[in-house]
């Protein structure tokens, strides 16, 4: 498996189409113009992600309110994400990148260690994409709890600097 070179704010973000948790085909390009939150994260109704994902869903109006959309992506199934959205009423996309190349191409999914055990997974990073669809931030050190919130002032301080 080859790793993908790390993406750095400025450069294009890889294009994709995922299948979204309702069943759908989203594609990066179908935002173009707007600005993109796209979050990855290991896996659905786990404590971190959790966190993570109502951390958006309780800062979503505010989101809007900046015209940013949010995409969630990770290797769990539709049928899987479907389920995480309704049990935690989560207002955005949750993506289904089962083979990880979405992922890989952000340079978010690789080895990782867990209770001493080796495996490949997705690593929680986060990217701010711009309305032209370049990366104006990334995250690759995430804090669930407070990660959503960041993002917020963060995306917000890029409008403000963004002519």
């Not at 759908?24 to 600005?35: E, I, K, P, R």
């Amino acid at each position: 498996m080859s790793e993908s070179p790390a993406l750095t704010v400025g450069q294009p973000a890889p294009l994709f189409s995922l299948p979204s948790g309702d069943g759908q085909t989203v594609s990066l390009g179908q935002f173009q113009g707007q600005w993109v939150i796209l979050y990855f994260y290991p896996r659905d109704n786990t404590p971190g992600c959790t966190t993570e994902a109502c951390g958006f869903r309780d800062t979503y109006a505010q989101l809007q309110q900046v015209q940013a959309v949010v995409l969630g992506i990770s290797t769990d199934s539709v049928a899987s994400h479907a389920k995480f959205i309704r049990k935690y009423d989560l207002p955005f996309l949750l993506l289904a990148d089962t083979g990880g190349q979405v992922a890989r191409s952000y340079g978010s999914y690789g080895p990782k260690k867990f209770m001493g055990k080796s495996y490949e997974g997705v690593f929680r990073h986060t990217f701010i994409l711009d309305p032209q669809g370049k990366i104006a931030q990334i995250y690759r050190q995430v804090k669930p709890a407070t990660h959503a919130q960041q993002v917020l002032i963060d995306l917000t301080q890029l409008q403000n600097a963004t002519p």
